[in-house]
């Protein structure tokens, strides 16, 4: 934080030198010196003018505490809990925690140089085992987490408040809490957290990353069955709404990230017996199998109820 407070500082201080070295060429004699000299200085001055907005306006969102308070709360952990936990653990979250994308939860993975935004700073997936900062945090404060995207500090988490988890249930994030408490102690060798320098948070202040809409304090998930309605919820714990987009429709390429497909209209082509199949073998009915940036594998531990649901939600209008 400090650091970055003294990058604003700077870049605030150019803001100024470029400001002023535009008055100056304005009220020059010389008409070139006027024309010139202004609309390069001005120009400048106005692009450093942006830069310190838009990491003003990060850095308040980040290091101002949420308004949120952690609830208090205490789970129970017992078998069910934990084994729900795990079902949503092995399939929502070993992808990113994982270490090497598998168990343990430790942690360590830093997915802004693996993914090509390293220029914008450190974004490393925490460790979630009881090795971890975890073991510091409430009960109340890992829902907090989950469900608001703040630290135990109220500081907000430049990667997973972007995340579609914030809409599991009550229920299922007391259920991997449970789990996560149940695990054995791991410690990463890597560094784990965020840590964006300057650049990367006027990036994010740009608005270029929307964050989602603010999740309701309390949240029951739709009824279990094949629906749309309960579909979409398994496609949030699925994390299939991370990747393709908040509606499964797809996503645009970004200047960091390439394009996710829509992937309604080949899952319309099947019937429900070949997408299971397509889910738990990675590969289509044609014989091709999903590209490896497709993680087909964490979705292959679905139940068949669940993976019925996906198709009802990807076969319904979204
Ligand atoms: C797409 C990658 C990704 C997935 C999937 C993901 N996370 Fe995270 N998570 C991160 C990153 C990156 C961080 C590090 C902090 C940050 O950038 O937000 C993090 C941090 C956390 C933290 C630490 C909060 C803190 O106070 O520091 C918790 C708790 C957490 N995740 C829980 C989960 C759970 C539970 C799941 C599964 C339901 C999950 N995450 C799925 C990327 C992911
Ligand atoms: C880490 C990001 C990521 C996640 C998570 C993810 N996908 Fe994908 N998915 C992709 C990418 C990228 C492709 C395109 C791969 C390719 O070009 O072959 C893809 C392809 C697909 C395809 C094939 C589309 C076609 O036209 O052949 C289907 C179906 C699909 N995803 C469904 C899902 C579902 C359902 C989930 C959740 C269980 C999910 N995906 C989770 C990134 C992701």
């Known amino acids: 934080m400090f650091v970055n ?13 470029f400001g002023r070295l535009t008055y100056r060429a304005v009220k020059a004699q010389r008409m ?20 310190s ?28 809990q934990i084994a729900r936990g795990e079902y949503i653990a092995n399939i929502g979250c070993v992808g990113c925690h994982g270490v090497d ?8 993975w830093n997915m802004a140089a693996d993914e090509g935004f390293g220029f914008m700073g450190q974004v490393s997936t925490e460790n979630l085992t009881p090795g971890g900062k975890l073991a510091g945090y409430t009960d109340g404060e ?27 249930s009550d229920d299922d994030i007391e259920a991997v809490i449970a789990y996560l408490r149940s695990l054995p102690a791991e410690t990463s060798p ?3 957290g965020d840590k964006l320098n300057f650049l990367g948070i006027a990036i994010m202040g740009s608005g270029m990353f929307p964050m989602p809409a603010p999740a309701a304090d309390s949240i029951d998930a739709p009824p279990a069955g094949a629906t749309p309605e309960y579909g979409k919820y398994v496609a949030t714990f699925g994390e ?79």
């Open 5 to 17: 407070l003294l990058v604003l500082l700077i870049v605030l201080a150019i803001t100024f030198f």
């Open 32 to 51: 070139w010196v006027k024309i010139l000299g202004g609309l390069g200085a001005g120009l400048l001055t106005l692009v450093f003018a942006a830069v």
């Open 53 to 80: 907005f838009f990491g003003i306006k990060k850095m308040m969102t980040v290091y101002s505490p949420s308004a949120a308070s952690a609830p208090d709360l205490k789970v129970d952990s017992t078998p069910e």
């Open 101 to 108: 994308h598998a168990l343990p939860l430790a942690g360590g």
């Open 142 to 168: 890992i829902f907090r987490a989950i469900r608001h995207g703040v630290d135990k500090d109220g500081n907000l988490l430049l990667f997973m408040s972007m995340l579609p988890y914030r809409e599991l």
């Open 190 to 192: 890597a560094p784990t």
């Open 240 to 318: 299939c709404r991370g990747c393709h987009g908040p509606d499964v429709t797809g996503t645009p390429a970004s200047s960091v990230a390439p394009a996710v497909p829509n992937p309604r209209p080949f899952v319309g082509t099947l019937t429900l017996e070949e997408f299971i199949q397509s889910f738990r073998t990675g590969i289509r009915p044609n014989g091709t199998a999903f590209s490896p940036a497709m993680p087909w594998q964490f979705a292959s531990h679905m139940t068949d109820d669940d993976l019925a649901a996906l198709y009802a939600y990807l076969t319904a209008e979204p």
